[in-house]
């Protein structure tokens, strides 16, 4: 039995597959390369380099491969570019998991796993969030996931697929063995960024809102490791291998740190106390987002392995210094 991990190239999607090889599981990556490596898909991994709205494409995988699991990743992911571009979003994240879908369904795919966000909830009114709250999406890539997560709901109602949706909240820190990390040169997500000021790879960085109501003006978020993450993956698929039911889940530690304690994390980490200019607010933004965990513990038994700040920027740092080799030596 295969699994077919969509995305696979990209940064949460190649934790996965090193997870997924890591538990013996055969697997086929599907991916276009437009924002992931083919460095990063594993040498014994089968690389498919395609669009996952292509019909043609998956009945053909479908029909080489014995998949009975999909797990998708691959989508278009930076809000304000889909605030600019919304056509654009809707139809990579949306209608063309419409598509993934019909040809599942056709071929008789039991289970996917579909990479949900935190972003549907947009600004929400309670903290720790959890799966209940209601659904405010404030972004079109907000709105993109959230139509995929209704689509899961009605096919899996109607036909033999189950599914567990995982909304992650943000997502950081690399593969502790050192194998991947975030790659996407123009990330803009605060680690990367902050782990790139500490190396001299930028001059320095913004603080984006200081007057929000929490405790030191700056927003909270909940990080939680990539490793811990893909490891939920795994939990989810051994739940609907058991026949578990469908389900929605927060991927998160249930804490969070503000941007200031963030940055402070990885000025000691790194021992290097770059310059840091208090900007604006970034339009968007919600001032706190920390997910309730109570769920994906006790329907899937999920437990976090790596719930420490300072191991997440250490091993930011590890990869970017890595990565700053291979881009000198043009790998
Ligand atoms: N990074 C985060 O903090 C975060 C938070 C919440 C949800 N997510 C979700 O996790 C998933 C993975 O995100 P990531 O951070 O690894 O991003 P990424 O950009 O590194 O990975 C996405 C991968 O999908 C591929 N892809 C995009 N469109 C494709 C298409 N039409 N056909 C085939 N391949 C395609 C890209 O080449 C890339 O390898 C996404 O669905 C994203 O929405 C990420
Ligand atoms: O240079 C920077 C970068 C970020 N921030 C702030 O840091 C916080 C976190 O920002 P970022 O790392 O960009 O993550 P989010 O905007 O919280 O969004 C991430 O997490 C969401 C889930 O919570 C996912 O849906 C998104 O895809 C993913 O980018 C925010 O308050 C930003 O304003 C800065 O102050 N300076």
Redesign the pocket.
Known sequence: MTILV??G?????SHMTLELLDAGEKVVV???????FRWAVPEEVPLIV????DAALLRDIFARHDVQSIIH?????VVPESVADPLGYYS?NTA?ARALLEAAVEAGVKRIIF?????VYGDPEHNPVTEDESLKPVSPYGRS?LMVEWMLEDVSRAHDLAYVALR?F??AGADPKGRSGQS?PKAT?LIKVAVQAALGLRPGMQVFGTDYPTPDGTCLRDYIHVTDLARAHLDALRHLRGGGESLVCNCGYAHGFSVLEVIETVKRVSGVDFPVEFAGRRPGDPAAIVAANDRIRSRLGWTPRHDDLETIVRQALDWERKLAVRNESGA
């Open positions: 969509t995305g190239a990209g940064y949460i999607g599907l991916d276009d390369l437009s924002t992931g395609g669009d996952f709205g990743f691959a989508a278009k992911i990579n063309k990479s949900s966000t935190a972003a996931k992650y943000n997502v996407t997500h």
